[in-house]
Structure formats: structure tokens, C-alpha cells
């Protein structure tokens, strides 16, 4: 199983900053993912992370807003942009390696973050 | 689009009891997984089924794909405090088998 390092674990932040989040995965991993989870709310996808070349986005995120980047294949990056206090949320990293039909998903510790 | 519907929302039980979530998909799924996540925690990744009908155990907790591979369920047996959390199923979709739609989750508290 991937051992994923995810941070800030939290952070408060002033509405019209950016924060960036960061993940590193112990191994190379095929996929890698960005999840939103609003406070006793389901996972929400945001974007898959592609190595080498832009990120693909879910229906109302926009690479604007929530620009991801994907250097190599352990390592990603999410920006939350232009904050407002509708972004509070746990914005968690998640990866996949897709090996048959195993695909099971590890995810990270998550980022508490509060916009004020 | 696809979606995943997931029943019931809240389920509290006294410790010992039984509890069941049921999970149903509006497409059919190459397989479904289970999830479950600590009050404060991330997902963790609990089984995948893959095959029509499968039934799968591990101790006190019994995973089920339907027939058609649209429905699923998890039942615990003689549920403990340590099962508190809550349980997500979720489904590949969207054109991919690896992107996940996720459940809105069960909630389970268990009372001592």
C-alpha cells in the first residue's frame, strides 16, 4: 500500500489568498487525485492529476480556481485560489495504482481548510 | 451523469447490534469498493468486489455485489465502539475504472 504525505495537515487562511497543498506518495503511483470534502459531506472530485501535462477537471472546477500540478509520478500540488470562506473544506489527495483490476484508493490525511 | 445512492444517512445502534448499509448505482459498475472513515479522518480503503453477486467476509463485517453489479451492501455483526465511523461505498465512473463516485456515506454510531 502507498504511503501518502500530505501538507499542511490545516490551515486558516484570509478570504482572496491562495494556499498550495502538496502530496508525496512513498512509491510511483499511476494516479493521482484531488477529492473535496465539505464538512459531514461525501467526497467530491476535483481533478485527476496528470503527470507531465494538465490536469483533467470534474464539472464545476476550473483549473483557475484550483490550479493542480504533477511534476513526476510521486509528487502533486493543489492551489486553492482567490479563497472564500465557501472554500472551507478538507481538500484530500488520494492515488490509485492501477494494477488489473485492483484499483483501490489510498488517500492522505487531508487539509483542514478554514477561510476567514 | 452517474450517481451513487447510499442508504440510510445516519444509523445508530447499542453496541451489539447488527447494522447494514445498502448502496445502489444508477449505471453498473465494473466492481465497487467500501471505505471507512474515523470521525477526523481520511478514507481507508476496506474491500472491492468485482463480480456478479460476490460475497466477501472479513471477521464481523459481510460485503455484497447484486446480481447486476448496480447494488451492494455491508452488514457488521455484533457492532463495537471501534466501528464507529463512517462507511462510503463508491464506484468507478465518468469513463475511467480508476476516477471514484463516491456515496454520501453512513454514518454509525454505536452506543456502549
Known amino acids: 500500500s502507498a504511503v501518502i504525505s500530505q501538507k499542511p495537515s490545516r490551515d486558516i487562511c484570509q478570504r482572496g489568498t491562495s494556499l498550495t497543498i502538496q502530496c508525496q506518495v512513498d512509491?510511483?503511483?499511476?494516479?493521482m487525485f484531488w477529492y473535496r470534502q465539505q464538512p459531514g459531506q461525501s467526497l467530491t472530485l476535483i481533478a485527476t492529476a496528470n503527470q507531465g501535462s494538465e490536469a483533467t477537471y470534474e464539472s464545476g472546477f476550473v483549473i483557475d480556481k484550483f490550479p493542480i500540478s504533477r511534476p513526476n509520478l510521486t509528487f502533486s500540488t493543489l492551489t486553492v485560489s482567490n479563497m472564500s470562506p465557501e472554500d472551507s473544506s478538507i481538500y484530500l489527495c488520494?492515488?490509485?495504482?492501477?494494477?488489473?483490476?485492483?484499483?483501490?484508493?489510498?488517500f492522505g490525511q487531508g487539509t483542514r481548510l478554514t477561510v476567514v | 451523469g452517474q450517481q451513487v445512492m447510499q442508504i440510510p444517512q445516519y444509523q445508530h445502534v447499542q453496541e451489539g447490534e447488527d447494522f447494514t448499509t445498502y448502496c445502489n448505482s444508477s449505471?453498473?459498475?465494473?466492481?465497487i469498493q467500501w471505505y471507512k472513515q474515523r470521525p477526523g479522518g481520511h478514507p481507508v480503503f476496506l474491500i472491492q468486489?468485482?463480480?456478479?453477486?460476490e460475497v466477501k467476509k472479513q471477521k464481523r463485517l459481510t460485503f455484497q455485489f447484486g446480481e447486476a453489479k448496480k447494488n451492494s451492501s455491508l452488514h457488521i455483526t455484533a457492532t463495537q465502539t471501534t466501528d464507529v465511523g463512517t462507511y462510503f461505498c463508491?464506484?468507478?465512473?465518468?469513463?475511467?475504472?480508476?476516477?471514484?463516485?463516491f456515496g454520501k456515506g453512513t454514518l454509525l454510531t454505536v452506543n456502549p
Open positions: 488520494s492515488v490509485e495504482d492501477a494494477v488489473g483490476v485492483n484499483t483501490e484508493a489510498f
Open positions: 463508491a464506484g468507478p465512473g465518468g469513463g475511467s475504472n480508476y476516477k471514484l463516485t
Open positions: 512509491s510511483q503511483v499511476t494516479m
Open positions: 468486489l468485482v463480480k456478479s453477486g
Open positions: 449505471t453498473t459498475l465494473s466492481n
